[in-house]
């Protein structure tokens, strides 16, 4: 979860970086009596990394984040399909281990006598 304080003018800006790393944003709440606004939004993990310097980009270092781990979520998609995110993201993670990119075939398993 990202909780981030900004000038209420900015507001498009957030909504604009969380929404290019797959964030979506769950609240948004003025705060009594300043010209700021709190915005909460959910992102992904793997996405949070480099966004404190994507948002200072955008919002010209007038929004302060903070962020902090909120819940687990499904990623989707079938990791044996060779077409969706979660199995570009499986070869990537097998490949930085050092493993053959691509799901082994239950054969891989078997004791062969």
Partial sequence: ??????PEELVGAVFNVVSKRRGVVTEQDPVLGTPFINVKAHLPVAESFG???ALKAA???RAFPQMVF???ADFGGDPLDSKTKAAA???QIRLRKG???GVPSLANFLDKL
Avoid: E, S, Y
Avoid at 1 to 6: F, P, R
């Fill in 1 to 6: 979860m990202v909780d981030i304080q900004l």
């Fill in 51 to 53: 966004f404190n310097d």
């Fill in 59 to 61: 919002t010209g270092g």
């Fill in 70 to 72: 909120d819940h687990w």
């Fill in 89 to 91: 993201l499986v070869d």
């Fill in 99 to 101: 493993l053959k990119a």
